[in-house]
């Protein structure tokens, strides 16, 4: 028995980049290909003011994970580490939602450009929120169990989504 009440998504619009079935691990900031986030026509209003803002959240859900779900994993960066997927930014999580922080490059009527996204064209978008720096930027926080590992600067690539052979 538990608490769980009924919980209704809707997919508000799709988000276009140049990855088909391989993306980085998170967002490169300066990846040079083309990404844009296209807003479903009901919710263009909504776009209101976006553009005063230099970085935004990006949520959405990880429709192609094929792999089952685990609640122990390993990052593919830090292969011997075995943690709880709710202390990683695994895709294999039992709701399949990931979150982006990205710049807006411009907004033309209901599509936003963007730094680079990692995540495979077509994803579905379910939200976008500012980031907003006074309320956002935790200026004590940590890197938790990633400090644990001794290999920084590379292991520093891999986080920043850049893939080995980069
Ligand atoms: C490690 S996750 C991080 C996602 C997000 N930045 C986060 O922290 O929640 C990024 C990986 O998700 C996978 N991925 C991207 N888009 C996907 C999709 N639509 N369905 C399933 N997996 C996806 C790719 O393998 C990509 O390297």
Same mark, same amino acid.
């Given at each position: 028995?538990?608490?769980?009440? @009924?919980? *209704?998504?809707?997919?508000?619009? &799709?988000? #276009?980049?140049? =990855?088909?079935?391989? @993306?980085?691990?998170?967002?490169?900031? *300066?990846?040079?290909?083309?990404?844009?986030?296209?807003?479903?026509?009901?919710?263009?209003?909504?776009? #209101?003011?976006?553009?005063?803002?230099? =970085?935004?959240? &990006?949520?959405?859900?990880?429709?192609?994970?094929?792999?089952?779900?685990?609640?122990?994993?390993?990052?593919?960066?830090?292969?011997?580490?075995?943690?709880?997927?709710?202390?990683?930014?695994?895709?294999?999580?039992?709701?399949?939602?990931?979150?982006?922080?990205?710049?807006?490059?411009?907004?033309?009527?209901?599509?936003? =450009?963007?730094?680079?996204?990692?995540?495979?064209?077509?994803?579905?978008?379910?939200?976008?929120?500012?980031? &907003?720096?006074?309320?956002?930027?935790?200026?004590? @926080?940590?890197?938790?169990?990633?400090?644990?590992?001794?290999?920084?600067?590379?292991? @520093?690539?891999?986080?920043?989504?850049?893939?080995?052979? =980069?």
């Amino acid at each position: 028995m538990n608490d769980n009440i @009924a919980v *209704n998504i809707e997919q508000i619009g &799709i988000i #276009k980049t140049p =990855y088909e079935d391989k @993306a980085p691990f998170q967002p490169i900031d *300066n990846d040079k290909e083309e990404f844009y986030i296209i807003i479903n026509e009901q919710y263009r209003d909504g776009l #209101k003011k976006l553009k005063t803002f230099k =970085y935004i959240y &990006i949520i959405y859900y990880l429709n192609q994970i094929k792999i089952e779900k685990k609640m122990l994993i390993s990052p593919p960066w830090a292969e011997k580490k075995e943690i709880g997927v709710f202390a990683s930014r695994s895709p294999m999580r039992p709701n399949q939602i990931g979150l982006s922080i990205v710049k807006i490059k411009k907004i033309i009527d209901n599509r936003i =450009y963007t730094s680079g996204l990692d995540v495979f064209n077509n994803t579905p978008l379910l939200d976008i929120k500012p980031y &907003i720096k006074d309320l956002d930027n935790k200026t004590d @926080a940590n890197n938790g169990w990633v400090s644990e590992l001794n290999d920084d600067g590379h292991l @520093a690539l891999h986080i920043n989504g850049i893939p080995h052979n =980069y």
